[in-house]
């Protein structure tokens, strides 16, 4: 893979596409990224680079505006469609740091009662709540908000939970209690082993990346078809129909890529992996953002 570094962006650890955290708070900037910048073309560069953008550990995409920025306040149709589509790119920023190994920030968020918010505000931005049951979605914003807790004495014990939790659900020793890649489930369905990589399913999702500009970093060995890692994939989708970055030079993107990725390849194994994980998980927080995925429509967000 390493002969095409130069003309992808690169993903690394558990296969994201993603780019350093900042110091700041990674669920204020999901809840103001709908405040489209009035000028947003380009990404804040950062390591690893291949052309316009960087990429770093598994994590989440910096795609707030600069503080300085002053929101869009055009009425053009224009303007009107990019915030359209960095509230969806917010949307799947969150949902991915919801469904990656757990750091610190996503603790410190949680706790702080940002994630909560951020999460709920989103939902709401991106039509998610205008159907369904009006009590399960209170359930579902109320079981995050549970966790705000003044007290900064337990954002590490948090921390600790949320980590044994996601092994013990998406990692396991020796399998996962839910697996986290598509291609494991097409190759359940289809009655053949699930090796990871080389089903139809895991290959299809990465040669789809590939025509998008986006590949595996060199050196690292990690499916994706993660469900992190397709959550990132559909943010970043979402960034270029906002022009809010630019795919890599040599790289023209199919004209549709976020409609035939999100029903070809994403929501149908989105919703069978979120309904096993609402099942299983131990953890509110969990069983939330499974919900939430389950709120995802089956034509495209």
Known sequence: MSNEKTKSKELDDNGAISQVMSEHDVCARACTVHEAPASATKHEPLVHVTRDVKVSAHGTCDVSAPANSAPAQSTDKT???????????????ILAMSWQLPKQELAQVLASGEYGEAMQE????????????????????????AYKNSNKDVTEPLFHELRIEFTRLLVGAPEPVVSPFAGVWWANEAGVQPLLFVNKESMAVERFMRSC??????????PLDHIGTELEFLQYLCLLRANAV?????????????EDFYQEHFIGFARKFAAAAAEKTKLPFYRSCADILMMLPTACL
């Open 213 to 222: 500009g986006i590949g595996q970093a060199e050196g690292k060995n990690e």
């Open 79 to 93: 303007d009107f469609d990019a915030q359209a589509w960095l509230n969806k790119a917010a949307l799947f920023e």
């Open 246 to 258: 630019q795919h890599p030079e040599g790289i023209t993107p199919p004209q549709n890529a976020y």
């Open 122 to 145: 989103l939902a709401e931005l991106n039509g998610l709540c205008e159907s369904g049951s009006l009590t399960a979605q209170s359930t579902i914003f109320a079981n995050l908000q």
